[in-house]
């Protein structure tokens, strides 16, 4: 026995090697997650030490320390960070269902913005299923049975794809395959053997290295047959594509996704392929190269995904920002995947992308949804006490806000249904702004209307009249508050007027904004001195559910005005365009 590499130079050790390279990539979640976390935090630091300074000069340093206090627990973001990846979470449990092994459920909010897509070929985009197109022989040496019987026998003891084909093919051919005294796996390369003292191997074309005369069939994959390093024979081999990869490939190009094929095939067997399908393509791919491919395009800035299903796809798999390993493809290969497609259906990536766009819209609603709040809030504690009103909103009441932004909210909003208008999305920069100028405009604009509302209904003589007392009055704002929190829930849901679009698909958000309600008015009945809170009539609920409701429709004022501007700006640019 010859022992040509041990240890860490063997093929399994180097592949689990780049495996090991490619690991510890951050998710767009957790990205997103800091990110807004990190600019909330901030503001709130500000918006504090300005609370501090005015009120140590206005008053004293307990009185400063009180408001410095409130603004924080108003503005910090408590549970965004758990907050967020709920919404993943509850996106991610609608895939399960349409054969996706998601091992890593960030993996479908990294595909939604994917910029390239490189795809294996063999097993993946083709069927695996090979048949012998040729055998050609390369000297007198041997006859084409004799040929036939040294491929059918070096092959005798591999399950492999390629060896069966080949073992079948001399079955058919009635040629009984020729007898060896040990045959031996040639990492990454082929196989080799010893009979009647010589050594035969059967070996890709690359591993070969030299060119073969021979006329290729289109999209064959070639393997050399070589006898004490001389060729004495080739077989050419095919399998037919998946009738779903054309389908695949319109997909991904509709979708603004650059297909490129990566296949260790020949030159002729990538290139028949690739113009079958219409894609660019790398032949001749080792898993070094592969994983160099992902590698590079990553460093370029773009957002790629992998599909493989061999051990040689496993380092590219595990570097891409999302993996696909097939159902029916390696264990080295689902390991290194972060989703598997368990059906092999094509179909099964667009509904991942669709998906992980899905939640990436799910996560700016809700993202949405708190700052409204967050906005409203720290305007209203951090202005009201210089109208005479210390504190419009207790810590208890700010706690349950806090709640009702944070966990509720990712209940109701990551439950949103995949809409197909999310195909049609362009991907998303690296360097892009996560609050984009168009849901700061949204933000700026409800915050500023509640936080109207809440001086209006705090300092009108109307309103404060209506009360017998000022727990009553305080109690209502309260409930006024949170109320302006649920009905813009429904606001944040669609960028247009209709606000029960696909609500049927989404029943989870009512029920949850119906829960806030009814524990919001069992507060009033029950949350006494803890709660700071006393009942209300009927006639005080109706008044501040009228309050709190219209946010609605000045929020679809907004939207016809934006929209059109928007429209009318489209415009011009395509007019500029053409």
């Known amino acids: 026995i010859k022992v040509l590499e041990t240890g860490d130079q063997s093929f399994i050790s180097q592949v689990q090697t780049l495996i090991s390279q490619a690991q510890s990539q951050p998710s767009r979640a957790e990205s997103i997650a800091q990110k807004v976390a990190g600019w909330l935090f901030y503001i709130a630091v500000i918006v504090a030490l300005i609370a501090f300074v005015v009120w140590m000069v206005i008053e004293d340093v307990p009185t400063a ?47 939604q913005d994917a910029d390239v897509m490189i795809l294996d070929k063999t097993g993946t985009l083709t069927t695996g299923e090979f048949k012998v197109l ?78 073969i ?52 095939d020949n030159e002729k067997a990538a290139q028949g392929a690739a113009e079958d399908l219409g894609i660019e393509y790398r032949s001749n791919q080792s898993p070094q190269d592969k994983y160099e491919l992902v590698k590079t395009l990553k460093d370029e800035g773009k957002k790629v995904i992998m599909v493989g299903d061999g051990v040689n796809d496993a380092p590219a798999l595990k570097r891409a920002d999302v993996g696909f390993a097939m159902g029916s493809g390696t264990d080295v290969a689902k390991e290194a995947g972060s989703i598997v497609i368990l059906d092999d259906n094509f ?85 892009q702004s996560i609050v984009s100028a168009k849901m700061m405009n949204q933000i700026l604009f409800a915050g500023a209307w509640v936080a109207v509302l809440s001086f209006a209904f705090l300092k009108a003589p109307f309103f404060i009249n209506m009360f ?62 803890l709660f700071s809170c006393t ?5 005080h609920w109706l008044v501040i559910i009228a309050m709190a409701f219209t946010i609605i429709p000045v929020d679809m004022i907004r939207k016809v005005i934006f929209n059109s501007l928007d429209k009318e700006k489209d415009l011009k640019n395509l007019a500029k365009s053409a």
């Open 213 to 264: 005369d021979m006329d290729i069939p289109k999209g064959a994959t070639l393997s050399v047959l070589v006898e004490n390093d001389d060729a004495i024979g080739a077989v050419a081999l095919g399998d037919e594509l998946k009738p779903t990869s054309k389908e695949l490939i319109k997909a991904l190009k509709k979708n603004n996704i650059q297909p490129i094929m990566a296949t260790g």
């Open 347 to 431: 179909k099964s990536i667009e509904s991942a992308i669709l998906y992980g766009r899905t939640i990436y819209n799910n996560i700016l609603k809700f993202i949405k949804f708190q700052l409204t709040i967050n906005v409203a809030a720290v305007a209203v504690c951090a202005i009201a006490p210089f109208f005479g009103i210390e504190e419009p909103l207790k810590i208890t009441h700010i706690l349950w806000i806090n709640l009702v932004m944070d966990g509720l909210g990712a209940l109701a909003l990551g439950s949103e249904p995949a809409l197909k208008k999310y195909m049609l999305e362009k991907p998303k920069s690296r360097t």
């Open 468 to 529: 017998a007392n000022t727990e009553e009055h305080m109690t209502a704002y309260f409930s006024m508050f949170v109320l302006c929190a649920v009905f813009n829930g429904f606001n944040v849901r669609s960028n247009t007027i209709n606000i029960f679009e696909h609500i049927k698909e989404n029943m989870s958000f009512l029920k949850v904004m119906g829960v806030i309600v009814i524990v919001q008015a069992a507060l009033t009945l029950v949350g006494g001195e």
């Open 65 to 111: 320390v009180i408001f410095t206090v409130t603004t924080l627990v108003i503005a910090c973001p408590h549970a965004l960070g758990l907050a967020i990846p709920l919404v993943t979470a509850r996106s991610t449990s609608l895939g399960a269902s349409r054969g996706l092994l998601v091992k890593d459920r960030q993996s479908l909010e990294i595909a």
């Open 134 to 211: 040729d055998v050609k022989l390369l000297n007198d040496k041997y006859t084409k049975e004799e040929t036939i019987a040294l491929l059918a026998g070096i092959e005798g003891g591999s399950s492999h794809p390629i060896a069966q084909s080949i073992i079948r093919f001399a079955e058919q051919q009635g040629i009984r395959p020729a007898s060896f005294d040990s045959i031996d796996v040639i990492s990454g390369a082929g196989v080799e053997g010893k009979a009647g003292g010589h050594r035969y191997q059967l070996i890709s074309q690359k591993a070969y290295g030299r060119n």
């Open 535 to 539: 009942p209300i009539t009927v006639k």
